[in-house]
């Protein structure tokens, strides 16, 4: 396998095995994504394949500054100049659907929605917004069984509407600490329901999710993050995780894809062959690849696809570049998150000559 084979994921023929990480840039205000996001997207369009910001599949699912959704018919409407440009210029792109839970501030939300998590249990750190800078996040609400019940639901709706906004599918963020890990993980998940306890309580709400998304829009169309063993926002270690994920990867053999957050942590490595073993479908990986790094594990076969992120940011012909051997350009973390264009689509492409 060569990262610029083609590859048969599903329904789409991608043109390469390079994919495009989920990151989450802060431009879109009102939550609503605007004419830059169709500009940062569609210079990326030779990617195999896009994979969106995080995108909330409700109110509640916002938590950071500037972040855009899928519930309302504007951000389907925004979305779709967002997905036409990807595909006038012979791109593709999924949606990834984010809902934060626990790592929230009310002020990076609309009125009315509400920071919830399996669990009351708050997390460290602080979290930034634009009126009063870096704030400590609230203790979430806990989850009723009707909120469990809204929360499975806005994403099997929000993969309607991805569907309807033009993107080629939907990629469930199961990964990082946010919504759905909480309830994987037992120190954010305390609760003594259904959804709660041992193993098979805590993967049934990601099981769940991720069987009424592919119920909306079809199997073929969803895939699914996961980062075991990672620790980032405020998730401990804790000694059932290679339990946990490997009964969960039983769960999802009706998705597309699984795509995996690669972690140095004790463990990781056996957890990812459990879940590739038990998934038996496509694997993406990510984390830290350069072109060489992304051709070996190719080669020895640990996953189909690569998932850049933050090479990504700087290099919008990044699979030209690779391609090439081009040396890479540095993205520059202060305007990670900041609005505008800055540091968002003024990153070139190679000159003619050099490419
Ligand atoms: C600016 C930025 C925003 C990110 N936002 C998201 C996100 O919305 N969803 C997600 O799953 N991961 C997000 N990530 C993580 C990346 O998808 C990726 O896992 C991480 O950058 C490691 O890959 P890399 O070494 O290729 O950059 C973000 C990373 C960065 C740098």
Redesign the pocket.
């Known amino acids: 396998m060569d990262l610029f084979s083609a590859y048969r994921l599903g329904p789409l023929e991608l043109p390469n095995r390079v994919v495009m990480?989920?990151?989450?840039?802060s431009r879109a205000l009102g939550n609503v994504p605007g004419e830059l996001a169709s500009r940062y997207y569609t210079q990326r369009a030779s990617a195999g394949l896009i994979i969106s910001?995080?995108i909330a599949p409700s109110p509640d699912g916002l938590g950071y500054a500037r972040t855009p959704g899928l519930y309302s018919a504007a951000q389907v409407d925004a979305f779709r100049r967002v997905t036409d440009a990807v595909h006038a210029a012979g791109g593709r792109i999924f949606a990834?659907l984010?809902h934060v839970g626990r790592i929230a501030h009310p002020r990076n939300m609309p009125a009315g929605a509400r920071a919830v998590a399996p669990s009351a249990v708050g997390a460290s750190g602080s979290m930034w917004t634009d009126e009063h800078g870096p704030q400590p996040m609230p203790v979430p609400e806990v989850m009723s069984s009707a909120d469990v019940a809204a929360a499975r639901e806005a994403f099997a709706r929000a993969s309607r509407n991805a569907i309807a906004a033009g993107f080629d599918g939907v990629e469930l963020?199961g990964?990082?600490g946010y919504l759905l890990e909480q309830f994987l993980h037992p120190h954010t998940n305390r609760r003594s329901d259904a959804y709660g306890g041992d193993v098979a309580g805590r993967i049934r709400f990601v099981a769940e999710t991720a069987k009424a998304a592919a119920d909306a829009i079809g199997g073929d169309r969803v895939g699914i993050?996961l980062s075991p063993c990672n620790t980032f926002n405020d998730m401990p270690p804790y000694a059932e995780v290679h339990a946990t994920y490997a009964a969960l990867a039983a769960e999802l053999t009706g998705l597309l894809y699984v795509h995996l957050?690669g972690s140095a942590n004790a463990g990781y490595a056996e957890t990812a062959r459990a879940i590739r073993a038990a998934f038996g479908g496509p694997v993406i990986h990510?984390?830290?690849?350069d072109g060489a790094r992304a051709q070996a594990a190719l080669a020895r076969g640990d996953a189909e696809l690569i998932?850049?992120?933050?090479?990504f940011?700087a290099n919008p012909d990044l699979v030209e570049r690779l391609r090439l051997g081009a040396p890479l350009a540095t993205p520059n973390p202060a305007t990670?998150?900041s609005p505008g264009a800055e540091g968002y689509v003024d990153y070139p492409a190679l000159a003619p000559e050099a490419a």
């Open positions: 990480a989920p990151m989450t840039r910001e995080g990834q984010m963020h990964a990082n993050r957050v990510n984390g830290g690849f998932a850049f992120g933050r090479p940011i990670f998150y």
